[in-house]
């Protein structure tokens, strides 16, 4: 039996996503090859890429308006190092909004004055920071559009005349916004793009090449840009499979379309939580995550047989984080309403048999 995913990352993909993607590792469209053992030179791959990256930018409607699209390695974990090594010359502005947030301010501290602008760290992080100032001095302004491990998500971001950084591992091609509006977007594949092994970036070349420092290759933003994100040999088969994802976000009507039934997930279980009196969710009402749903029994004693009814259900992935505890229903893009629904009848069924 095909389980219900709610795994938080890496987790669920269309399923003609992961059928194409099986068949073009045993041989990639008729040519006689694997995709995984073909040169990432050769002009299949290349125009694997090129597609992967065009769509990237078609979607986001950032199309001839000076951004790049890259597809690199080493997750966010690397983009923390690389985005204040190629941007921050001297003071960088960020919003402490949980555990990746403050791993990425971590990494910025190497390379200027780093200031926590705001935290939600008073509250275990159940809530996202808000009103508060933006120096008009920094070299960049970061945030974290959302936070898988405690369920909050930005709704409005802030307007400021700085350039902005955001972390969107969790969110991306989810909602429909205004992308223009950030300088640098990166995101690990492993949410609603691909299988982990690629990172998105997608940066504005205006802002490139303006730190004093000298910077390495393999970690300098302008090098990728010139050679067409293929600087060294990229993550072949997490492109491939980011390239198809894409694909079937725009023939399902783009990021318009997906926000519609993500919303529609949202609204089913966030009204199961609110209503059913042995659940309780984690994140502040206003702030709640489309993406990851977090909450926790109001009674402990019901953990075992809540946990049997779930599994029986043919349901995984739904455990919280060890920092928050209880539940966490990550529900990015692939997942199904039908998915949510089977989720929400447990918990109703719970109610009924308590």
């Not at 760290?121 to 920071?129: G, L, Q, V």
């Not at 492993?190 to 092994?197: D, E, L, S, V, Y």
């Amino acid at each position: 039996m095909k389980k219900h995913n709610f795994s938080a990352g890496p987790c669920i993909l269309p399923q003609e996503v992961m059928r194409k993607a099986a068949e073009a590792v045993i041989e990639l469209d008729g040519i006689g090859l694997s995709l995984i053992e073909i040169s990432h030179r050769s002009t299949e791959f290349v125009a694997i890429m090129d597609r992967a990256r065009s769509l990237v930018l078609e979607l986001m409607g950032l199309e001839n308006k000076g951004y790049q699209a890259l597809f690199l390695q080493g997750g966010a974990s690397m983009e923390f190092l690389m985005a204040a090594y190629n941007l921050l010359e001297t003071k960088a502005g960020y919003v402490n909004t949980g555990a990746w947030s403050a791993k990425a301010i971590k990494e910025a501290k190497l390379f200027g004055e780093v200031i926590e602008l705001a935290s939600s760290e008073d509250k275990n992080f159940n809530y996202i920071p808000k009103g508060y100032t933006i120096p008009d001095d920094l070299d960049y302004l970061h945030l974290t559009s959302n936070n898988t491990i405690f369920g909050t998500q930005i709704k409005e971001f802030p307007k400021t005349n700085v350039s902005v950084v955001c972390d969107m591992s969790s969110d991306i091609f989810s909602r429909q916004m205004d992308f223009s509006q950030f300088d640098l977007i990166y995101a690990g594949a492993q949410k609603n793009m691909g299988p982990a092994g690629t990172t998105l970036v997608v940066v504005k070349e205006d802002i490139l090449g303006k730190v004093s420092r000298q910077i390495p290759s393999m970690l300098d933003y302008k090098v990728h840009i010139s050679k067409d994100s293929m600087f060294n040999t990229p993550p072949v088969f997490p492109v491939y499979v980011s390239m198809l994802t894409l694909q079937w976000l725009k023939d399902l009507g783009g990021i318009a379309a997906i926000e519609e039934l993500n919303e529609k997930k949202a609204r089913l279980i966030y009204s199961e939580i609110e209503l059913n009196p042995l659940f309780k969710g984690f994140a502040a009402k206003e702030d709640r995550s489309n993406m990851n749903a977090t909450f926790n029994l109001t009674d402990d004693s019901l953990k075992e047989r809540f946990d049997a009814m779930w599994k029986e259900a043919g349901i995984s992935g739904v455990n919280g984080h060890r920092s928050v505890g209880g539940y966490r229903a990550s529900m990015y893009n692939a997942l199904s309403l039908e998915s949510v629904g089977t989720l929400v009848d447990v918990m109703s069924e719970l109610e009924r048999k308590a």
